[in-house]
């Protein structure tokens, strides 16, 4: 027996539910890239994601998935022989630091903890340490996906500042952007890159970069620079050349759909409906956990992401059986544990499309698995996530 049969929840952390509006935005025929329509949507398209990454500094597209982002920040700053510094907290900084190995870089790492974001303390002691600043760059994601820990970018700059240490920070995005706050220019950030398919709710294959002044300098020199991935390339005045070649117009017209539904939403409220979804599926999980069932995967409250959330079961109980009941007696398409923390947990995804219904459904498949399993779990998950919503979402605020 299944009650799946319905409207599938895909609930991974990317890609992510893709609007109607957005895959009927790219349901058209192809048309010239030399003139047109087209032109004007890229120059749109970029203005939105500077307003998005909140900076003055220019932005390109890539067709490409985020690792084509990760090459893209590096060989357009670095040289042969130069140190990057890794801030580990999770798997995803550690998976951009490995890009850079090819091409010749030499990869340095904070050791992080996956259960806790970047300590800024051991940050700044560590850039102390390189008197001759052989570091030249620092990489670090906003939001970890497999560990789901959010980190404090501006802390971040404030450690590397007080180590006075003049190395670019380079932020990924990818698990964050359109989810939570992120201000480029107001946070000392010097290079940004995001993807497609997660906050912004579009199918993967693009990938956002946003250059600062200082980083735009360094390009000046940098020796790992080749034609495809090249900034300068891509600001000649040939449409085309933004994109080094055919420009992947379907997915154009649907970024120009996805970023019109952020902008009519309003940055603010998309981003406070995510908090709050996320305050409800943390509600749920504390409750489930209260008996040791489960856990968070990141200890401090304070450090959870608002897209994502990383849950850590109990080594009596295999989250797979769990994923299944989801998956195919109810329709609902949890992620899987990645990482050090492989086959010892689940993630729920709460980024991009999503909305009451969709996060509270989903906490109700997971709560009957639950049930059906006959795992040891509190209960009451359910009803904690939608006090949670019911307390937070006043009946007489504005709607919108
Ligand atoms: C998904 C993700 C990536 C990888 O993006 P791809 O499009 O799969 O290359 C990188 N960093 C973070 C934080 C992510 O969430």
Redesign the pocket.
């Known amino acids: 027996m299944t009650v799946s049969n319905g409207r599938d929840f895909l609930a991974i952390?990317?890609p992510t539910v893709v609007p109607d509006q957005v895959l009927s935005a790219m349901h058209r025929p192809a048309i010239d890239i030399y003139s047109g329509p087209l032109v004007a949507t890229t120059e749109s398209c970029l203005a939105d994601l500077r307003r998005l990454f909140c900076t003055q500094g220019d932005a390109y597209i890539y067709a490409a998935?985020?690792?084509?982002a990760?090459e893209a920040a590096l060989t357009n700053t670095l040289s042969r022989g130069d140190q990057i510094l890794v801030l580990e907290s999770g798997r995803?900084a550690r998976?951009?630091g490995e890009m850079g190995v090819l091409p010749g870089l030499e990869v340095v790492t904070l050791e992080g903890d996956w259960h806790a974001a970047v300590d800024c303390d051991q940050l700044t002691a560590k850039l102390v340490k390189d008197k001759a600043h052989a570091i030249k760059a620092i990489l670090v994601?906003q939001?970890?996906?497999a560990s789901g820990v959010v980190n404090d970018i501006p802390k971040i700059r404030a450690a590397i500042d007080r180590a006075g240490h003049p190395a670019l920070l380079m932020v990924?995005c990818?698990?964050?952007l359109g989810t939570m706050p992120f201000e480029m220019d107001e946070w000392g950030v010097d290079v940004t890159l995001t993807?497609s398919?997660?906050g912004l709710m579009m199918p993967?294959g693009l990938?956002f970069v946003a250059v600062g002044k200082r980083a735009r300098e360094r390009h000046q020199t940098a020796n790992l620079r080749t034609r495809y991935w090249d900034w300068t390339q891509r600001d000649g005045p040939a449409h085309y050349m933004k994109y080094c070649g055919t420009p992947p117009e379907h997915m154009l017209f649907g970024l120009r759909a996805a970023l019109d539904m952020i902008f009519d939403e309003g940055l603010n409220n998309v981003f406070e409906r995510h908090r709050l979804l996320a305050a409800s599926v943390r509600s749920a999980v504390s409750v489930w956990g209260a008996d040791g069932l489960f856990d968070f995967n990141i200890s401090n409250p304070a450090e959870r992401a608002d897209s994502v959330t990383t849950v850590v079961v109990n080594s009596g109980f295999d989250p797979a059986l769990l994923l299944d009941w989801c998956e195919y007696k109810a329709g609902v398409k949890l992620g899987i544990a990645i990482g050090d923390l492989e086959g010892q947990g689940f993630r729920i995804a709460h980024m991009g499309h999503v909305n009451a219904p969709m996060v509270l459904g989903a906490l109700g498949v997971i709560e009957a698995a639950l049930i059906s399993l006959q795992w040891p779990f509190r209960a009451g998950g359910v009803q904690a996530a939608a006090e949670q919503l019911g307390k937070s979402v006043s009946a007489d605020s504005p709607v919108s």
């Open positions: 952390p990317g998935n985020g690792h084509g990760w995803f998976n951009w994601v939001v970890d996906t990924d990818i698990a964050s993807g398919q997660k993967p990938s």
